[in-house]
């Protein structure tokens, strides 16, 4: 039995006895600032001469201040100077900067030996727990690889064959479509008709296509209903240890919104039992986002 001295680290990795699942323990972020809506801009960090951006910059990476995993291994990336830009604001050649930014980043953390999985994430919306609204994202850098990841990667992943019905969207190089069982009421994955395992093996144009595709797929999602939706989007890139050669590289964005300002929440039968309800049909979700950009002007 620990006494008083023996101190929790502030952040440590622990095993479910019982589950096997993984869970950060991560004390040290509860002192971290909420800096969201409502401050002033002059107070942001993110903006330039703010705490975490002195000088002037297109993109920028910096290392997390409040990391929830320790050894340099969480980075938060500034998508634009402007405070009100959002990720499909940018169009395609601001995200195709940010793309070249994670590139960058995911590649250098992954030639580390303390790491295995690189994690380029994004989470918009203070209703899902963005603390700062600037445009930015976040990079973890894994010692192993997580389990979901592990079991989406190990079996080749998301690979673009799926029923028409599902489909988005499409363009030279990439494709859009609506998960068949997704967690989520609205899910979108992103992904090349040809295999390629992590970001840094997309040529330049194909990073272009990647751009304008997350491009039209934030902005359809934000028209599903008229109003800014909330997200989290990740990139699902090969791991950087062996036995991962069927990777197949795509974009997961999802939202809990099932109508607007509507969330549907992860409740009590969700987290008990492990099985999802949603409310919202696949095929039908992929109708609504094919058409809504039939209207754009
Ligand atoms: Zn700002």
New binding site residues.
Partial sequence: MGGKNDAVPESQRRIDPFLGTTIHIVGGRQSRPIISDGRS?TA????VG?LE?PDPYETRWFINRWPPMDGDRCEVILYS????ASFASLGVDGIARVIDLWVERTETLGARDDVEFVLVFENRGTSIGAT????HGQIYAYDHVPRRSNQLLGTGGWVPSFDDQLLVVGNDSMIAAVPPAPVYPVAVTIAPRVRVGRLSELDRATRRDLASMLADVLDRLDRLYDEPIPYMLWVNQRPFTAGFDDAWLNIEIVSPWRAANLPRYIAAAEVGAGEYFNPVVPEELALRLRASNDQSV
């Fill in positions: 801009v942001c960090p993110f903006c703010g951006a100077p402007n405070h009100d700062i609204s600037h445009p």
